[in-house]
């Protein structure tokens, strides 16, 4: 069975910096395209950022320059180091797995919680 | 970046009947659209990818249709469980994007 578990979330202050860790297992990770989703509480599905198997990475356009995805293969490990920020960014962030054939995120963490407040 | 618009953004509907949910995009994207269900306080998952293709262990009442800019997401007889959240989603090019939601009611 495949398992993501987020970690790291928590609270910073504004200007501040946050690593988040999505360990995986159940399935090779290597092998497969990762991303990042974010939902604002209350609000919609904003996709953050992806990474592929050869370690080329997209961001979306409200965090391209502040957060940084990668990944750690000998650890099946995804990152995303997220700096410099705002209380915009205050959200759930899930990690998810995007299928090889279909490109749809077909399996999904339980997501954990960022919050920038001062 | 490609913008998705979905509607209704709420929707009251009552158990058995068929309801629709549109998303158009702002440009042609083939076929690559996806939908997602969410429940409060869950995870999304993934219903529908390359706009009509049931996810495994999805039921048959979901189905998806569309092309180019404009895609539905059709419940033929809704159940209780199916009173959540629905997103549409975009991957014919980066930045990826999703639709603004519509929840599902009950009437």
């Known amino acids: 069975e495949v398992q993501l578990l987020e970690s790291g979330g928590g609270l910073v202050q504004p200007g501040g910096s946050l690593r988040l860790s999505c360990e995986a297992s159940?399935?090779?990770?290597?092998?497969?395209?990762m991303i990042w989703v974010r939902q604002a509480p209350g609000k919609g599905l904003e996709w953050v950022s992806r990474?592929?198997?050869?370690?080329?990475?997209h961001y979306g356009d409200s965090v391209r320059g502040r957060f940084t995805i990668s990944r750690d293969n000998s650890k099946n490990t995804l990152y995303l180091q997220m700096n410099s920020l705002g209380v915009e960014d205050t959200a759930t962030y899930y990690c998810?797995?995007?299928?090889?054939?279909?490109?749809?995120?077909?399996?999904w963490g339980q997501g954990t919680l960022v919050t920038v407040s001062s | 970046d490609i913008q998705m618009t979905q509607s209704p953004s709420t929707l009251s509907a009552s158990i058995g009947d068929r309801i629709t949910i549109t998303c158009r995009a702002s440009?042609?994207?083939?076929?690559?659209l996806a939908w997602y269900q969410q429940k409060p306080g869950k995870a999304p998952k993934l219903l529908i990818y390359?706009?009509?293709n049931l996810q495994g262990g999805v039921p048959s009442r979901f189905s998806g249709s569309g092309s180019g800019t404009e895609f539905t997401l059709t419940i033929s007889s809704l159940q209780p469980d199916d009173f959540v959240t629905y997103y549409c989603?975009?991957?014919?090019?980066?930045?990826?994007?999703f639709g603004g939601g519509t929840k599902v009611e009950i009437k």
């Open positions: 998810a797995k995007v299928n090889s054939a279909t490109r749809g995120f077909d399996q």
């Open positions: 159940g399935l090779i990770f290597s092998n497969y395209d």
């Open positions: 990474i592929d198997t050869v370690f080329n990475t």
């Open positions: 440009q042609r994207i083939s076929d690559w």
């Open positions: 390359k706009t009509f």
């Open positions: 989603q975009q991957y014919h090019d980066f930045p990826l994007t």
